[in-house]
């Protein structure tokens, strides 16, 4: 069966320090992987998403980066964290070529950031 | 642009009682729709799907949701709510020409109360 695996669960980074946080999926091959931040009492912002390998495209601008050096590994990176940064993040996949059609989306549990 | 919005921050019903989260999109086209449940510190889980075929769905934990294509609404529901029904309900749409991406609303709290 496919697992997503997202960490760490909870991190705690003072402002201008650097940001990496981790995804990787088990039991499927050339999956979608998305990245969605949930600021406090808001609705799911998309980030990042891949359709493969060293494929990224953003969707917003902002402080962060995302990279995808193996099939199944998405990272999220920051340089210097902003306040603004803080977050609940979400890594999700879905099966490719069906995308989201029959799949929808699996969520990893999430990393809640909060910047000082 | 697609959107999906979901016009109630909150909805508090008593235990036994139906459970109704209100969604409604503005796609062009056929939409895809779907139902998303979050309970607190997790990550999200799907709930139910629609796609096309019979306009009400059934999903997972006895939640159902109707797709009303005049109305534009995909509005989730529960004949009676448990206690632990209480969570943040996302509802989701994707166009059918995009495969990628979800467009979620900004959640709905339901607190099902004793």
């Known amino acids: 069966s496919q697992t997503i695996h997202q960490w760490p669960a909870t991190l705690v980074q003072p402002v201008g320090s650097p940001l990496s946080l981790e995804c990787t999926v088990e039991?499927?091959?050339?999956?979608?992987l998305y990245w969605y931040r949930q600021a406090a009492g808001r609705g799911l912002q998309l980030l990042f998403y891949?359709?493969?390998?060293?494929?990224i495209s953003s969707e917003v601008p902002q402080n962060l980066s995302a990279s995808r050096p193996q099939d199944r590994q998405f990272i999220l990176s920051s340089k210097k964290l902003l306040l603004s940064d803080s977050g609940f993040y979400l890594c999700?996949?879905?099966?490719?070529?069906?995308?989201?059609?029959?799949?929808?989306?699996?969520f990893g549990s999430g990393t809640r950031l909060t910047v000082v | 642009a697609q959107s999906v919005a979901q016009p109630e921050d909150q909805v508090n019903v008593a235990e036994g009682n139906p459970l109704t989260v209100k969604c409604t999109y503005s796609v062009s086209g056929n939409p895809y729709l779907f139902w998303y449940v979050q309970y607190p510190n997790r990550g999200l889980q799907f709930l139910l799907k629609y796609i096309t075929g019979d306009n009400l769905v059934k999903g997972s934990y006895g939640f159902e949701a109707e797709f009303n294509k005049s109305q534009t609404s995909f509005h989730l529901k529960k004949p009676s709510a448990l206690v632990s029904d209480s969570a943040l309900y996302f509802c989701?749409?994707?166009?059918?020409?995009?495969?990628?991406?979800?467009?979620f609303g900004a959640g709905t709290t339901v607190t099902v109360r004793a």
């Open positions: 989701a749409v994707r166009l059918r020409s995009n495969d990628y991406k979800l467009s």
């Open positions: 891949s359709v493969g390998i060293g494929q």
């Open positions: 999700a996949w879905s099966i490719r070529g069906q995308g989201v059609t029959r799949s929808g989306y699996t």
């Open positions: 039991g499927t091959s050339n999956p979608n």
